[in-house]
């Protein structure tokens, strides 16, 4: 299968939505990796490079929205979210404008540079800020699609990417906010994931098949908002849910997914990501398989929950 | 005169350690590793910086801050040379489960003082070391290394107001400036220069120095221990990539390790 990096479609897509000419980007020093580079390529004068200044690239990004331009700002996930927070809720946020971030080097698949550098509690932040949209795409399919969709979005959006490369298999051309695809049906237990986990999700279930585990598998890129009716009807459906996600299991997809089944179908839910740690360095596969984001694990740890 | 070829030995030996240090895990910042090399020889083999490697937290030491955190194989592969850890443990830089992280992390290897990797957090960081020598009545100095595109942060001009304002003499802040970041030149990326001026408007006393000339360096690192009425900031002009012919001054070696050719060639011309 094919492999390729969720952030290069994020500067593909930027240059295709680059025709709108209110569109600009802005980054920190970070273009090349971000990728926002391919905009400035074709678009200079729509380009701006603010330095190593993420929280002033984000108010300038709002004062541009103020003015009528449609900002995109990108810098590395832990920086973008972290560093320009203040700016993020008070210009961004609280006015309700349109820009949309993206965090690039999400998660721990950030690998060598270490726990300071692997973003594990941006879905977290920018999910608790009203009116912020999180999107965190499967692959690079869905990527290109929802930054194109993104154009059109109302109000802020954060969209997650990742550094490493991870399979193409979605057959996302059209990317709908608060929509999920149901990867694969089961009835077993559900999995729901997003970003290149969901694709991780899959393999453990088929993993599962030889143990007459029949999984649903969710991809649920649209993390704020949630796709509430696909999530209700597969809980209702299997009884017991699962989530995985390349983050900290606080605040993150499976938090969101705990607020909504807790109130509307109260279910067995277990959720996968870091357990409240920080990253380190390492390889990504190193990573992955230190703290669990294989698909062996995923499986076992299903398998032992369903058993237990 | 003083004669420093002891130190420039030592500078080459770590240069070339830095590097295999850097093949070896494959990845890593060689530019920015390379252009302070000097500086970290004259600080803990020039007589500037107290320290005692066998007993790291020893409360009287000196302390260094590395707030261009993605520097730390020069500072790693110098705090071996010092004797802080065993040499062999360098050839481990960024794999799981090694002290040596991507960035430095104070929890896990001794001689690192403070956990840095993103930018503008260390300077500030060693504003609170240096002032807690006041409150404890230290009489330690605090040497930080800073970026000079790390200069882009506004989070440094806050730690400079403070430094300015609570007149921290002991702190001696030490700008690499090597004239480049990740997507260019500094000040075609955003200028930040004037740098001296900045300083000055802090209430800092400034030495503007070649950051590769010994007696310039420890000169000027003395005379600035000697400063007890304002924090000193010395603006070293450095060369990225520094001792290797096909790295230096070039953007591209900023964030990449050697190939095996390229260190093969690398090491020829440190012998
Ligand atoms: C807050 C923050 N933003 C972005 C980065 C990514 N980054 C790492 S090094 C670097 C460039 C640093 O340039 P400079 O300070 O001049 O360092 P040097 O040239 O000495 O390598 C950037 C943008 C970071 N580490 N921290
Ligand atoms: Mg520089």
């Known amino acids: 299968m094919e492999k390729k990096a969720t952030r290069e479609a994020y500067g593909k897509a930027l240059v295709d939505i680059g025709k709108n000419e209110l569109v600009v980007a802005l980054d920190a020093d970070l273009s090349g990796s971000t990728k926002s580079a391919d905009f400035k390529k074709v678009y200079p004068n729509r380009f701006f490079n603010m330095g190593i200044a993420e929280s002033n690239m984000v108010d300038v990004a709002a004062g541009m929205a103020l003015s009528g331009l449609k900002p995109y700002a990108s810098s590395f996930a832990v920086f973008v979210t972290g560093r320009a927070f203040e700016p993020i809720r008070q210009s961004i946020c609280y006015p309700n404008l349109h820009v949309v971030l993206c965090g690039s080097h999400s998660g721990i698949s950030v690998g060598e540079d270490g726990g300071s550098h692997q973003a ?26 929802a930054v194109k969709a993104s154009l059109d979005m109302e109000g802020p959006v954060y969209i997650r990417t990742s ?11 059209n990317f709908e906010l608060g929509k999920a695809q149901i990867l694969k049906e089961g009835q077993d237990a559900t999995i729901i994931a997003c970003g290149m986990m969901s694709y991780l999700a899959l393999e453990a279930a088929e993993l599962l098949k030889k143990d007459n585990i029949n999984l649903e598998v969710i991809n649920s890129a649209s993390v704020k908002p949630l796709d509430e009716d696909t999530v209700y009807n597969s809980a209702k459906k299997t009884g017991r849910v699962f989530t995985v996600e390349e983050h900290s299991i606080i605040d993150g997809l499976g938090s969101a997914v705990c607020e909504f089944l807790s109130e509307h179908h109260p279910v067995f839910v277990h959720k996968i990501g870091m357990e409240d740690v920080f ?4 390889t990504k596969d190193d990573l992955f398989c230190k703290f669990g ?3 062996e694990a995923v499986a076992q740890r299903i398998k032992d929950k369903l058993n237990g | 005169m003083d004669d420093f070829k002891n130190l ?20 890593g910042h060689s530019g920015g590793s390379l252009s302070i090399v000097d500086i970290l020889v004259s600080l803990y083999f020039g007589g500037i910086m107290n320290y005692n490697a066998k007993n790291p937290n020893w409360e009287d030491r000196d302390r260094l801050v590395l707030s261009k955190g993605h520097a730390c194989p020069a500072l790693y592969a110098t705090l071996a040379e010092a004797g802080y850890f065993d040499k062999e443990l360098l050839w481990t830089l960024r794999k799981l489960g090694s002290p040596l992280q991507g960035h430095p992390d104070s929890k896990k290897l001794p001689g690192i003082e403070a956990s840095t990797g993103s930018l503008g957090n260390g300077i500030a960081q060693a504003v609170g070391i240096a002032l807690a020598a006041k409150v404890l009545k230290k009489k330690y100095k605090v040497f930080c290394i800073v970026g000079d595109g790390e200069m882009q942060e506004g989070l440094v001009y806050e730690a400079l107001m403070a430094a300015g304002h609570y ?10 400036n090597n004239g480049l970041q990740i997507d260019g030149q500094v000040s075609d990326v955003m200028n930040v220069y004037p740098l001296k001026e900045k300083f000055e408007a802090f209430n800092f006393r400034v030495h503007e120095i070649s950051g590769h000339v010994y007696n310039n360096i420890i000169d000027t690192l003395t005379t600035a221990k000697r400063n007890v009425i304002s924090p000193t900031a010395v603006i070293a002009r450095t060369v990225k990539g520094m001792g290797v012919s096909f790295m230096a001054n070039r953007v591209e070696y900023h964030g990449v390790a050697p190939t095996d050719e390229e260190l093969k060639k690398a090491l020829e011309e440190l012998k």
């Open chain 1, 120 to 145: 594990i509690v941006d879905i977290s932040l920018m999910r608790s800020l009203p009116n912020m949209k999180v999107i965190v795409p499967a692959d690079y399919k869905e990527t290109y699609a």
């Open chain 1, 163 to 173: 550094r490493a490369k991870s399979p193409v298999f979605t057959n996302s051309d």
């Open chain 1, 279 to 282: 990253g380190e360095s390492g």
């Open chain 1, 293 to 295: 984001f294989t698909k």
């Open chain 2, 8 to 27: 420039e030995e030592i500078s080459k030996k770590i240069r070339r350690n830095i590097l295999i240090m850097l093949n070896k895990s494959g990845s």
């Open chain 2, 167 to 176: 007149k921290l003499s002991n702190l001696i802040i030490i700008v690499d």
